[in-house]
């Protein structure tokens, strides 16, 4: 199979060639706009094709065409404000499609926008083939088997400090501080503002870290994924105490009506914490979704489980789904066809294999309400 990934010389694109090149029967092309074609050798050592290709260009459609793909990996964030063009294309040369989107409007209206071209395609298009919703949903669903009935599903993300960020990531988070976004809380969409709500989360081996809330699809789509359920919420804790305290306050101005545009310093602000702020901080990475409710047996209930990653491997996280998932494409063992986010579809056992090639462990334990 051919693999095209768009972005796939960026921090997370990289990262899926790289190991999708390992796999047999799979032909990997790194497209990206600022390429002129040729060989790229990343710092592993391994090499990788390269196709010049700008997703934004009037000739899209046809130069993806001419590529010739089996699928198409999308990797080319932020997704907040895009549109489905890439997923399109796709489906339009015939080729399976995967996003790494965590943009909770792109992934929760994907179907909508993408099933009937994916349909007439007879090609499986899938969005949120990452740490949200794709990782997020199969942990929540391996957690749920021991509950009668779920109350709340909490996910923290947690990276470390010194882990690469990608600009994409910095422009996405950025881009809704401040911002109101409704979240499911007490059995009813309430309002709740980016980048504020900040509380402090405890680790297993990381220690407590403030988090922020962040809007995800999750927020989106776990309130009918997982009926009865009357809480949802999602926080993401950075390393150092001072980074939140920053964000905070550009949120807060813009909760006021100050004009920030602050996504638009993602690069700067993000070489000048590589330079002042990765010294002070760790390479350990961490992810913790916590699942109440009633469990077997009748009584209240809670099961926390926590991913640690070290080595700075965290953002090997985000990337695994659309591994796993290419993987079984190239297997034939996903016989969909049609417009999906990224649910049901990994169990977390097969997340497993790629967990200990990069030596992060994990563990599931029942904590007292």
Known sequence: MRVIVI????????????????????????????????????????TVTTLPLDIHSTDFETRL???????????????????????KAACAVGAHYLDLADGRDFVEHFSTNVDAQAKAAGVLAISGASSVPGLSSAVVDHLAKSFTRVD?????????????????????VFGYAGLAFARWNGGAWRKQYGWQDIRR????????????????????????RYPGVRDVE??????LGIQHICLWLAAALRRLGVPLPIDRWAARLDAISARVLDPLGSDMGAMKVQVRGVLEGGKQGCLTWQLTAPGGNGPEIPCMAAV???????K???????AFPCMGLLELEEFEVEFQRWKFTTATAEESQ
């Open 7 to 46: 972005g796939g010389l960026g921090n997370f694109g990289a990262r899926i060639c790289q190991r999708l090149a390992q796999e047999p029967g799979l032909t990997v092309i790194a497209a990206s706009r600022s390429t002129g074609g040729g060989v790229h050798t990343f710092s592993s050592g391994q």
């Open 65 to 87: 065409a001419e590529a010739a793909p089996g699928l198409v990996i999308h990797c080319a964030g932020p997704f907040q404000g895009q549109d489905y063009r890439v997923a």
């Open 152 to 172: 709340s599903i909490r996910t923290v993300i947690a990276p470390g400090q010194q882990a690469a960020r990608g600009i994409a990531t910095i422009k996405a």
């Open 201 to 224: 989360f405890s680790f297993v081996g990381l220690g407590p870290r403030l988090g922020a809330a962040c809007d995800v699809p999750d927020l989106a789509l776990f309130p009918a």
């Open 234 to 239: 999602f926080h993401a804790a950075l390393e």
């Open 324 to 330: 796993l998932l290419a993987c079984k494409l190239a």
């Open 332 to 338: 034939n063992e996903l016989h969909l066809t049609g």
